[in-house]
């Protein structure tokens, strides 16, 4: 069983960065794409971004594109999620995931293993 463990979320201000990590207890993490998603509260789950086994390429839902940045460490078993222009509406619990195969997918149905999520919260 694969652990995902998030960590980095909080309060911040509209506006202002974040940085989201995530740890990976998969042996194998480097053959693995992985994703973002995200849920606010009242809402559905909701894709953010994705990034291939090795890195070389990502995909981004249109309402973060330009402001986030997705990234992975396969040496350190970790994906990361740089925040930047933090808005209200990006307010909702981050959840990693690991997906089925090397390939970047923006379906959460094609993602085997979550995270617990971590709380963000934007200010206006």
């Known amino acids: 069983q694969v652990q995902l463990v998030e960590s980095g979320g909080g309060l911040v201000q509209a506006g202002d960065s974040l940085r989201l990590s995530c740890a990976s207890s998969?042996?194998?993490?480097?053959?693995?794409?992985m994703g973002w998603f995200r849920q606010a509260p009242g809402k559905e789950l909701e894709f953010v971004a994705t990034i291939s086994a090795r890195g070389s390429a990502t995909h981004y839902a249109p309402s973060v594109n330009g402001r986030f940045t997705v990234s992975r460490d396969n040496a350190k078993n970790t994906v990361s999620l740089e925040m930047n222009d933090v808005k209200p509406e990006d307010t909702a619990r981050y959840y990693c995931?690991?997906?089925?195969?090397?390939?970047?997918?923006?379906?959460?149905?094609?993602?085997?293993?979550w995270g617990q999520g971590t709380q963000v919260t934007v200010s206006s």
């Open positions: 998969e042996h194998s993490f480097s053959t693995y794409a």
């Open positions: 995931a690991q997906a089925r195969g090397s390939a970047g997918v923006a379906h959460l149905n094609d993602y085997d293993y």
